[in-house]
Every structure is written in C-alpha cells, then in structure tokens.
C-alpha cells in the first residue's frame, strides 16, 4: 500500500521560516495535502496542490513538489508561535477519494 | 451548515462494553470516512462509505463495524472494547472530490 512518511519533529524560532518534508511512495495522486492540526483539535486543511504543479504559493505558505522524487514540502515563512501544531502531509492516491495520511511533524516554534 | 459533527467528544469505556461513536454531515457527501489517530502514528483509515447503503473496509477495520442507512449518518460501531481501540477517531466527509474533504473535531475514547 501506499507509505506516506515525515520527520517527527521540527523546532524552529519565531521569525525564521520552517520547513516540513514528506516523500510517499504512490504516483497516482491527483492532490496532495497539508492539514494542519493544533493540540486538541481535528485536522484543518491548510493547503493543497495538483500533482501536475511543481509549486503553489498562498500567503505564508509555499508548497513544493518534486514528482519524479516523490518528495512534497511546507514552507512557512515568518514562523509564529500560533504555528505550532502538528503537520499532515497526505494524498488521494487510495481511491474513492480516500486521503492517506503521513505520521505527522510536530512543529514547536520557540519565542 | 455545520458540516461533520461528531458525538460524543469524550468517552471511556471499560473492556467488553460496547458502543457507537455518532458521525453526521449537512453537506449531501457521498463519500463518508472513519479514520483513527494514534500518537506517531499519523490517520488509519477504519471504514469508507460512498453512498447511502455501501461501505467498505479500510486499512484498520477488526473491531469495528458501520452502516450507512441514510446519506447523512455513519456511526461507527464498537462491540467489544479492547484497550487497543484507545484512540482519537475522526469522522469525514467529501462530495466526490478529495480536495473538498472536510473532517468532523473528533472524539478521544479510552478503553480501560
């Protein structure tokens, strides 16, 4: 099956740009996400690209994505403190619109 | 419209009792979803709907059972609890498209 995976944890200062990687192992997306999910709440979806896009930019957030490397990143530039939470790469290759998700990165951003 | 409402948020359940976690959506999806989170371990897909009447299996399903009677309910069924279904569950829906998948907030159960 597919096998979405991230690094755990990313600590980062206010102010400077953070950087969330996620690689997966399925080719057929047709999106992939960004949910963002803060302590004791459900997922948000923050952001989201179409697999024929190499990059999308909304705001703070820039997306990047390498398909022949599988390799899909969060940037967030001018990190605050109301950034921290966990970060979900996922994607829609599992059919029926099913969403795969990656295990998450926790983002601590310190003051 | 409040989108995908779960109930309740909160439940702890002894070993062998049973119980339904509610999921409802006001959107008309089709497509309906119950996901488990645990720590480290990103979103388990348990059971899928998509459609009134249809349900299959996902990636994590012993334990567990659904129905999808009317478009707009999927309760997700736990008979035995066992301590390995601690767990945060969340419930979704999407009209056909998965970018518009929308989750509900969640409900934190403890089996003990």
């Known amino acids: 099956g597919e096998d979405v995976e991230q690094s755990l944890f990313l600590s980062v200062r206010e102010g400077d740009s953070s950087v969330i990687n996620c690689t997966y192992t399925d080719s057929s997306s047709t999106y992939l996400y960004w949910y963002k999910q803060e302590p004791g709440a459900g997922l948000q979806l923050l952001t989201y690209i179409f697999s024929n896009m190499d990059m999308k930019q909304d705001q703070r957030l820039t997306v990047l994505l390498n398909k022949k490397d599988k390799h899909l990143s969060l940037r967030i530039a001018d990190t605050q403190t109301g950034d921290s939470a966990i970060y979900f790469c996922?994607?829609?290759?599992?059919?029926?619109?099913?969403?795969?998700f990656g295990t998450g990165t926790k983002l601590q951003v310190i003051p | 419209n409040a989108g995908v409402t779960q109930t309740p948020k909160f439940r702890i359940l002894k070993i062998g009792q049973s119980m339904t976690l509610q999921c409802t959506q006001d959107m008309n999806h089709n497509y309906m979803y119950w996901y488990r989170q645990d720590p480290g371990m990103g979103l388990k897909l348990i059971y899928y709907?998509?459609?009134?009447?249809?349900?299959d299996k996902g990636e994590v399903p012993n334990g567990y059972n659904v129905s999808r009677s009317t478009t707009e309910d999927f309760p997700l069924r736990l008979e035995l609890a066992a301590p390995s279904q601690t767990s945060v569950y969340f419930c979704?829906?999407?009209?056909?498209?998965?970018?518009?998948?929308?989750f509900g907030s969640g409900t934190r159960l403890t089996v003990v």
């Open positions: 709907s998509v459609g009134a009447g249809i349900t």
């Open positions: 979704a829906g999407s009209p056909g498209q998965s970018s518009e998948t929308r």
């Open positions: 996922a994607d829609d290759s599992g059919g029926y619109q099913k969403v795969t």
